[in-house]
């Protein structure tokens, strides 16, 4: 079931170069189902906040469509179920975590038995027990981090909306965040995670959507990311033998004595190739797709994007 359905997706700020606008989302369509953890990913001024305020309900579209929990953002029912952890968030320093926890659930219309079964069981979550009656000013970056995910998941929300958990946060916390998150993926939530670093949704996420200057240039899974289309390494024991293929095969990427890389024109010519090497009496070890890693997958995605039009009509 489509829990955000985003069509045709335009935002464009006031302002910008002889105030023509600033394109932060420009003709982006995406459905995300329930129980899906979709990472929006994307560099800085990317759009990935504009995204999740235009699902809040806090910026409104330009043009296009944006459907959450089956209402339009600005019918406050989209947001019943709706869980929120802002970038750069400053809570109220002079409270206890338990105390900011508290303080959300009754902004949430809870009631205090509910409000308490709750904070034990997040506090317990986000492993911040031993530090819930301590005021937020002492917390270290990821204690306020952690704290947050709590809080975003006070109203025991469907979907869990996340703009960088863990900007600002060191390894070891980050690892922290990253076992919280992969706890609320195990209860089922619709998660929308923005980053700027494949490498942190890449073990959480079912899909990425990768934005760049406002335009959605890639949605697939994560392996489909790094998996070279019909491109395969092929470990094998070639010593000095000459290996051909025809161009309507594919062609020979690099060999040597021991390795074969190949790019062919379809996925099943992996069998002309194999029938070749056999032919020459070659033992084969090994045959994988080749896989980019994530740096030089997310960098091919985001820099041969084209360049961002411009909108009349700017609001903000
Ligand atoms: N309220 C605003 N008014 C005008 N321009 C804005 C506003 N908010 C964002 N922008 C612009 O819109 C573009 C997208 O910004 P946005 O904050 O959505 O990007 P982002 O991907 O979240 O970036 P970051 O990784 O830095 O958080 C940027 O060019 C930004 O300067
Ligand atoms: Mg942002």
Partial sequence: MTIIDVQELTKVYRGGLKKRGIVALDNISLSIQQGEIIGLLGPNGAGKTTFLKVVLGIAHPSTGQVIVNGYKPKDPRSRKHLGYLPEN????????????????????????????????RLLEMVDMAKWSNTKIRKYSKGMQQRIGLAQAMMPDPDVLLLDEPTDGVDPVGKVEIRKVLERIRSEGKTIV??????????????????LSKGRLVRLCTVDELITRNCQYEIDADIGNRLVDIPVEVGKILNVSTSKLIVELTAEDKINYVIDVLRMKKISIRAIQPLKLTLEQSFMEAIVPSGTVGTHKGAEV
């Fill in 89 to 120: 968030h400053r809570f109220p320093e002079h409270l206890t975590g338990l105390g900011l926890l508290e303080f959300t659930g009754r902004m949430h219309g809870l009631k205090q038995v509910e409000i308490d079964a709750r904070t034990d």
């Fill in 193 to 210: 995670l923005n980053s700027h670093l494949l490498s942190e949704v890449e073990s959480v996420a079912d899909r990425v959507a990768i």
